[in-house]
């Protein structure tokens, strides 16, 4: 391969910081480019290549063998590249990838005969951890390391860095080329035959990504869901033996370990292998033990997402929504008054939340909802024909369901007291047994103003207040031998400031958030990732005086405005469905 002179890398390292801050993540080049991979996402496979890293030249100076290393550890198809930039030949990245923005500034250069430093501050965007997920930082963070170099002499003198950080250091845009992304798919900890997903960052290496993203699944849950007590119906030790696609169909052989589980096991563990690899193939799937189908209820060799669609919370049909009257009714989406003491007005609730529920699901509708008196606040909780009080207190944020009719609220017993996250699950009678759920992450600083649970009952996003203002976080729900407790929180969106009750679950991987960016002054509607990977996505065109929001997965998007209009998104219109506030989705 020719190489560059060094005074031309220079300045090629500047031209490639000029294209990653553009926001492009593919360098055509005249030859030597490889393919790398194929990456998932919500529009479809995207194919990406890679310019092909070159190591150090003779007579480079610090700052760019410091450039080149920086550049060369993004291709994970030939480590060798970047470990040549090292004085240590087996230096290996053991603390996953920090991404950072584009934006860094220069670098820092100190001279010391023949040692030298090389001084690089990022702005610290969040982490890929090893297991391949993703969580952002807190928006001020930054990455603020020294490389120092000497002139080696296993290297004919020329500079070498000694101290290279145990981690990749790599600009957003340039994980795009270096990664494929995929969902996993897991068991939710209240129901094995719920899908819980979380997105992975895969490196390139030039092999199949459908393989690689199988043996991820194989490996089990990663660490920040398997605390939440997610599962895999997948047996541990289990082994790939081939991912095969032909006309449409991926066939994925596995070993033996599968085929001698139960019924209800197997159907599970072929509902997350179909849904992790539903971006390949032509979306049929074979799923094979040794050479043999593995057996299912469905009794069907060629498999699809709607096989197994009753493992999947998105596909589940929520039904219509709810929102309260001008006349404090509680009302369905067609403005008729519900058939309880909440419809008739005995009860006036400020919001009606409705847990979702499967359509097969035995058992009457639960409602829940806060009615204000005065000074108190009383909780409601019961089936939809007959909600009871079961609480009071000075405040109770307004509740939130998972599907398996298990109801979330925060509770406050006197302007004074702290906060009490709490919990219970709700019969088909209506009877509750509420308890405390920890959040030692969150008491002692935050105050929650909104909590929501996912409809898989593993994950909460929370808008929380603290003195350094407030943020959207999410995090997970933990239960084991000392109760339940929520924790491993991250924030999302860091630059939008979330409105009181101005977030919901629009599917298992979105939020829908109503937040006012930094340097407005009017909250408007925006679309988050659940990971907070992609920047925010602002909903177009909704009226400018929206006060509340509702959305679940599949359903339009509904909204309160402060005129006292409830609207629904028909066709990227805005129609009135009538006057109310408070509109809400089963959730």
Not at 55 to 72: H, K, L, N, W
Not at 83 to 103: A, I, K, N
Not at 222 to 236: E, Q
Request: glycine share 10%; net charge negative; aromatic share 8%.
């Amino acid at each position: 391969m020719t190489m560059m002179p060094a005074s031309v890398r220079t300045a090629f390292f500047l031209l490639v910081a000029g294209i990653l801050a553009a926001g492009c993540t593919a360098i055509p080049t005249g030859g030597g480019v490889h393919a790398a991979g194929v990456q998932k996402n919500d529009n479809g496979p995207v194919s990406h290549v890679l310019f092909p890293p070159q190591g150090p030249v003779e007579g480079e100076s610090p700052i760019d063998i410091v450039g080149g290393f920086r550049i060369a550890s993004a291709d994970f198809a030939d480590i060798s590249i970047s470990r040549s930039f090292l004085v240590d030949p087996t230096w290996q990245p053991v603390e996953g990838v920090r991404v950072v923005d584009e934006q860094s500034g220069p670098p820092t250069f100190t001279p010391q005969g023949d040692h030298a430093s090389v001084r690089y501050v990022d702005h610290w965007i969040g982490t890929i951890a090893t297991d391949g997920t993703y969580q952002p930082t807190n928006g001020n963070a930054t990455v603020d390391y020294t490389y120092d170099l000497v002139k080696d002499p296993k290297a004919k003198d020329e500079w070498r860095i000694v101290n290279p950080p145990p981690f990749l250091i790599l600009p957003q845009s340039r994980i795009n080329a270096s990664f494929n992304a995929g969902y996993l798919y897991f068991l939710s900890s209240r129901n094995d035959q719920v899908l819980v997903p979380i997105r992975v960052f895969l490196p390139i290496t030039g092999t199949d990504p459908a393989r690689e993203l199988v043996l991820q699944l194989l490996a089990g849950p990663p660490k920040w869901l398997k605390d939440a007590g997610v599962t895999s119906a997948i047996p541990s030790g289990t082994q790939l033996h081939s991912v095969l696609q032909s006309q449409g169909v991926v066939t994925v052989d596995l070993s033996p370990e599968i085929a001698g589980l139960s019924q209800a096991d197997r159907d599970a563990a072929s509902a997350q292998l179909v849904y992790t690899l539903q971006g390949y193939g032509g979306g049929e799937f074979r799923i094979e033990a040794a050479g043999q189908p593995v057996e299912n209820s469905r009794r069907t060799a060629l498999q699809t997402t709607k096989t197994w669609s009753a493992y999947d919370t998105d596909s589940l049909d929520v039904g219509s929504f709810y929102f309260i009257g001008p006349d404090q009714r509680a009302r369905d989406s067609n403005g008729s008054p519900l058939r309880n003491d909440a419809g008739a007005g005995t009860i006036k609730l400020t919001a009606a939340s409705v847990a979702p529920k499967a359509g097969n699901s035995p058992g009457p509708e639960l409602i829940a909802g806060v009615e204000s008196v005065g000074s108190t606040a009383r909780l409601f909780v019961g089936t939809m024909a007959q909600p009871k009080q079961v609480d009071f207190a000075s405040a109770f944020i307004t509740p939130s369901w998972d599907m398996f009719g298990n109801v979330w609220t925060v509770r406050t017993a006197t302007p004074q007291s702290p906060q009490e996250v709490r919990v219970s699950p709700v019969t088909q009678t209506g009877t509750t047994k509420f308890l405390t759920v920890g959040d030692k992450e969150l008491a002692a600083s935050q105050l929650i103003e909104t909590l929501r649970v996912s409809r898989d009952g593993t994950r909460v996003a929370v808008i929380a207040k603290s003195a350094a203002g407030t943020q959207l976080l999410v995090g997970r729900v933990v239960k084991d031998a000392n109760g339940e407790s929520i924790s491993g929180f991250y924030p999302v969106a860091p630059s939008l400031v979330p409105v009181p009750d101005g977030v919901v679950w629009a599917s298992s991987t979105k939020l829908q958030v109503l937040a006012t960016p930094s340097g407005a002054t009017t909250p408007s509607i925006w679309t988050v990732d659940v990971d907070g990977w992609s920047p925010p996505e602002e909903v177009p065109s909704p009226p400018v005086n929206v006060v509340s929001i509702a959305a679940a997965p599949g359903q339009p998007l509904v909204i309160g405005t402060s005129s006292g209009q409830i609207e629904i998104s028909v066709n990227d219109a805005w129609q009135v469905v009538d006057s109310g506030t408070a509109p809400l989705y089963p959730g």
